[in-house]
């Protein structure tokens, strides 16, 4: 049997697919020939995916020759996926699909459907929204939940009724099948196969360098309910979805990764790493100890303390993401569910600042309900922060199954029929607020004056506000900032470096002379 995997990837996000290789390695356990078509280097613009998160740190500008990888015009998809179908002639064609890609999925399927080739959708968007891809002309087939076990069934039965393989919805004549769920997937049973991807997609632009890098996850969910995440839905459907792979799973995994892919950097993809027991935390950190390879995760920072940052600095953790999101604490924990203080937030931080692993913040701008003066509470907490390495900004996408999208449409902000593309990653709010709430063009604004408001004294707020052209403020960071201090992770000892980094120490700076230095 041959099964073709269809990856509409967003461009340029060019890490491999978890998901690819899982179903590529219960394939091949089936003794199935099976094949990749992507999307991902299928871009017109270069500055786009992980290069444009890399040049929005403010560090060095990589290129598409930097990665060893080349980009195809994006009127050559269609084309491209006809001709693969058309040489490997798959009996069987295996979709991964978000919202941001609903639209790429249909069309590929569309450029082959006069081939009546069986499908199956499945992801994030089948889980969050079955209705709208059944909805879709040509999608019949979709993998409701977990894809592990409802494909090997399907592999199984594929010459029987394999439509009616639990965990699968399906159309027929216009009307919608439910099959019941699968149970839940043992994450310990499967170690991803990651071989359909060539050796240069692991390259991947990370704290100055670009390096072979291998993703993972320690586990599967999460227990929190951030309201503007659509993780939580993955418990509704069962509460008992967050599991923990077990330490031997894990180091089978992690044997294999290095003795076929050579890697030079991890990066653990967990929703969010501290989010289990504390001891289980450092079984995690004693394995990493094996490898020596520096990694990188994201997590909460309510969650870190003394002895867990002991235990990950000696594993080679070589960064840390966190997510504040909002600065207004009653927002924060009303309307995000996120409960937790400002003074939480600052007092880990300092913890945190004392262990040397370098961090980053991340923020969220033109949330439902939010003004100008919350986007700068959010600034003026990073700010009080202090001790990070880079800021990530971006703008509120109310994605489908998410609490907050649900609230933006009960306030009449939003068009309930309303679907994320890939023009929204970038292109502004999709919100209709009235004032004195922001509007797009503010959104649009502050989420490129955003960093600049955090890291430039406030004696040059002003110039920033009153700036079309922040290539003067860009230029003071990259060279002041981004490749003295961020680069290596010393922001994070030498705190804020005012007295260099943008300078106004002193009532008496010329900032002119800053500018022309």
């Given at each position: ?13 060019i ?7 899982i ?18 280097l ?13 040049k929005?740190g403010?560090g ?17 998809v269609?084309p491209?996926?006809v001709?693969?179908?058309n ?7 295996l ?9 790429d ?9 006069d081939?009546?080739?069986?499908h ?5 968007l089948?889980?969050n ?13 979709i ?13 199984d ?5 394999w ?18 769920f699968q ?6 049973n ?54 923990r ?14 003795e ?9 993809i967990?929703?969010s ?6 001891n ?17 995760n ?15 600095k000696?594993s ?17 924990k009303d ?7 400002n003074?939480t ?27 100008r003066?919350?986007?700068?509470e ?9 001790g ?15 609490k907050?999208r649900?609230?933006?449409i009960?306030?009449g902000?939003l ?9 929204y ?12 709430y922001?509007?797009?063009d ?19 707020w002003?110039?920033?506000?009153n ?51």
């Amino acid at each position: 049997m041959k099964v073709l995997i269809v990856y509409p990837n967003l461009p340029m996000m060019i890490t491999p697919a978890t998901s690819v290789a899982i179903f590529t390695s219960i394939l091949r356990s089936k003794g199935c020939e099976v094949d990749l078509f992507e999307t991902t280097l299928y871009s017109d613009h270069e500055n786009s995916g992980m290069l444009y998160k890399s040049k929005l740190g403010g560090g060095r500008g990589y290129s598409i020759n930097d990665l060893d990888m080349q980009l195809k015009p994006t009127n050559q998809v269609l084309p491209d996926f006809v001709t693969k179908v058309n040489n490997f002639k798959p009996d069987l064609l295996l979709f991964s699909t978000v919202e941001d890609t609903l639209k790429d999925t249909t069309l590929l399927l569309e450029s082959v459907c006069d081939l009546d080739i069986p499908h199956i959708v499945g992801g994030v968007l089948p889980i969050n929204d079955p209705e709208l891809c059944l909805e879709q002309e040509h999608i019949n087939v979709i993998c409701r939940y977990e894809g592990e076990l409802v494909l090997s069934d399907v592999i199984d039965n594929f010459k029987k009724d394999w439509h009616r393989t639990k965990g699968l919805w399906y159309k027929h004549k216009n009307k919608i099948y439910r099959n019941e769920f699968q149970p839940l997937v043992d994450i310990n049973n499967i170690v991803p196969d990651y071989s359909l991807y060539s050796k240069n997609r692991f390259n991947r632009p990370i704290g100055g360098k670009v390096r072979t890098t291998v993703q993972f996850e320690t586990y599967r969910g999460c227990p929190y309910s951030c309201t503007f995440c659509n993780s939580p839905m993955t418990r509704q459907i069962n509460k008992n979805y967050l599991r923990r792979k077990n330490i031997d799973s894990l180091e089978k995994e992690l044997d294999h990764y290095v003795e076929t892919l050579n890697p030079q950097y991890f990066f653990i993809i967990d929703d969010s790493f501290l989010a289990r027991p504390k001891n289980e935390i450092f079984s995690v950190c004693k394995l990493l100890q094996k490898y020596k390879l520096p990694w990188w995760n994201n997590t909460r920072l309510e969650n870190v303390d003394k002895d867990i940052l002991q235990a990950m600095k000696d594993s080679y953790c070589d960064r840390i993401q966190f997510g504040i999101e909002c600065g207004n604490e009653k927002y924060r924990k009303d309307i995000l569910f996120r409960n937790v203080t400002n003074a939480t937030y600052c007092e880990k931080a300092s913890i945190l600042n004392e262990s040397n692993i370098p961090y980053g913040l991340n923020a969220i701008i033109g949330l439902p309900g939010e003004t100008r003066d919350m986007v700068f509470e959010t600034i003026e907490l990073i700010r009080e922060i202090e001790g990070y390495d880079g800021i990530g900004v971006s703008i509120f996408i109310p994605y489908r199954g998410t609490k907050l999208r649900h609230y933006a449409i009960e306030k009449g902000w939003l068009n309930k029929d309303w679907v994320s593309g890939q023009g929204y990653l970038h292109g502004g709010s999709a919100l209709k607020m009235p004032k004195p709430y922001l509007q797009n063009d503010e959104i649009l604004d502050l989420s490129t004056k955003f960093k600049h408001y955090c890291y430039f004294d406030k004696q040059l707020w002003p110039d920033i506000d009153n700036s079309t052209d922040l290539q003067k403020f860009e230029d003071i960071y990259n060279r002041e900032f981004y490749t003295k201090y961020a680069i290596g992770g010393n922001a994070h000892k030498l705190r804020r470096l005012k007295s260099v980094f943008a300078c106004v120490s002193s009532p008496q700076t010329d900032i002119h002379n800053i500018f022309a230095n």
